[in-house]
């Protein structure tokens, strides 16, 4: 098909130079790492521009697998993979011989679970998504390895998209991860986004923090303030380099740019303390000895940072414990009851947990990482003591009652921990707070423990059920049932009948 016969595009908003196919299989690993189910990327060219490369380092790049086959769909117009993060479908529309065909292949349906890489789409132009990505390749000199690549969208959202892949690929060229491969790691609940980077023998962790400007709605960011969840990665900088000095394993940072909110560290592995979906005991008891480690010593609530600026841990005060229980009252009750919490449910509930928090009024405070958990925990083979827990996700530390971690732990939110090794990780850890001192208060530790537990529990009930509805993430709605018996077993504890009342009431 000849240039003049392509679709006819606005100006592009970005223009590529590559100079070989090197470059062509490095943008295709670039553009893998934004690709988001439901998206649409037209490959537009004559014959030999380059499409086929880029699109098999593109499938190669998803799949995490640079020998995967990638056969041409010319005759079977549609090809779909089932990669890990969500479904690839690839269609080469050549021989495509009227555009209705297209909605025969199903592609609307397709794009419910994944995303669609078309070549050949000017065949079926006016029955392609307006929001689809163009991507038109030329070559400047005839069987010359140089290749344009201009880039077109209605979809302002593909330029932020594809700004951040390439500033992360820069910022790797600049701290000497030249040409290094990207894979997608993970999203966590939040805005942020990880990766591996892997050149030769080396990998590394990569973090974006997308946080900057109005890339937060005003709402949410005045809640994160509320709560003191971090809003930039200067907390990752100073929290780590705080958890290093104290001899935690926390990981290295090989590089950042905390004004595009990129924080480059060591790998500290993808093993947790939890094997085929069960708690290893083993490794409970080794996370047990890290926290008695951190509150048998002091924490402070400056700390400096390597541009001379500093950085104020902050408090976590009553009225930001209250308003994440109340996350129950916004998301969890309306799930539940089909309605919503009214004010005088609200007023009693948070009167209530006021009164709680101020029974801890002599509870010991100190940091609070905040969720020390199975998913931050990672399982260091053949280390000892405290090394054998690598310590991640930990930007939110808070100044608070340490009992929250301990909680966060025995009461894990992705695991089924059982009444019997939660009770001996409990003791575990006063045994050995009592063997760092003779003024550790078991009873009033116990009290603590009762509250942050039923306090965490009922904000991740609010959590996991505004992921599910808000944020389309269903899968958090299997984890109800493990966090309400949780809170069953919290709420009959010694001290806990007020709170106790109010959620037997509350579920009739």
């Known amino acids: 098909m000849a240039d003049h016969d392509l679709k006819q595009l606005d100006a592009p908003f970005l223009t590529l130079q590559i100079s070989d196919e090197a470059g062509t299989r490095q943008l295709a690993n670039d553009l893998a790492m934004v690709l988001r189910p439901g998206d649409v990327l037209c490959l537009s060219g004559d014959l030999g521009a380059g ?8 499938l190669r790049s998803l799949a995490g697998d640079p020998e995967l086959e990638v056969p041409s769909p010319t005759f079977t117009l549609v090809q779909t993979y089932d990669f890990d993060r969500f479904d690839l479908s690839h269609f080469d529309l050549y021989r495509l011989e009227e555009p209705e065909e297209l909605e025969e292949l199903g592609l609307d349906d397709l794009l419910e679970e994944g995303a669609a890489l078309i070549e050949w789409p000017e065949k079926a132009d006016e ?91 005003e709402a949410v960011r005045a809640y994160m303030a509320k709560v003191h969840l971090a809003q930039d990665c200067r907390a990752i900088l100073a929290v780590g380099g705080e958890l290093r000095r104290h001899g935690l394993k926390a990981p290295e940072i090989y590089a950042s740019d905390p004004e595009k909110g990129l924080v480059l560290s060591s ?18 008891h080794a996370a047990v000895e890290v926290l008695a480690k951190m509150h048998g010593e002091s924490w402070p609530e400056i700390l400096a940072l ?5 950085y104020q841990v902050p408090d976590y005060s009553d009225d930001a414990l209250v ?71 930990f930007q939110d530390t808070v100044i608070g009652p340490v009992a929250y971690d301990v909680a966060s732990l025995l009461l894990d939110a992705r695991t089924d921990v059982g009444a019997d090794l939660e009770s001996d990780l409990f003791d575990a850890y006063v045994s050995a707070r009592e063997k760092q001192s003779s003024n550790f208060d078991r009873d009033a530790f116990s009290r603590a423990y009762a509250v942050m537990a039923a306090q965490r529990i009922s904000k991740i009930l609010g959590i996991f059920v505004r992921l599910a509805r808000r944020d389309q993430k269903p899968a958090y709605l299997g984890h109800l049932p493990r966090m309400e018996g949780y809170l069953r077993r919290v709420l009959d504890r010694p001290g806990m009948s007020d709170l106790k009342d109010w959620y037997e009431r509350f579920r009739g």
């Open 51 to 58: 499409k086929s490369t880029l699109t098999r380092a593109l």
């Open 127 to 217: 029955f392609l998504p307006s929001k689809a990505l163009w991507v038109r390749i030329t070559q400047p000199v005839e069987d010359g390895d140089k290749r344009t690549f201009s880039f077109h969208c209605e979809d302002p959202d593909w330029q932020d998209r594809l700004t951040g892949t390439l500033e992360i690929r820069s910022f790797l060229e600049g701290v000497g991860f030249s040409g290094a491969e990207r894979r997608f790691l993970a999203g966590d609940a939040s805005l942020r986004s990880f990766e591996t980077v892997e050149q030769d023998d080396r990998s590394a962790v990569l973090m974006r923090w997308p946080f900057q400007g109005d890339k937060v709605p």
């Open 267 to 284: 790998d500290l592995g993808r093993e947790t303390i939890v094997c085929d979906g069960r708690p290893m005991p083993e490794r409970y």
């Open 306 to 310: 390597d541009d001379g600026s500093s």
């Open 323 to 393: 308003a994440e229980a109340s996350l129950f009252l916004d998301w969890y009750v309306p799930e539940t009851t089909g309605m919503p919490a009214g004010d005088n449910m609200r007023a009693e509930f948070e009167g209530l947990w006021s009164v709680a928090l101020a029974s801890l009024s002599g509870a010991q405070r100190g940091w609070v990482l905040r969720d020390f958990h199975s998913p931050n925990l990672l399982w260091q083979e053949g280390a000892g003591g405290t090394d054998r827990i690598g310590l991640i996700d």
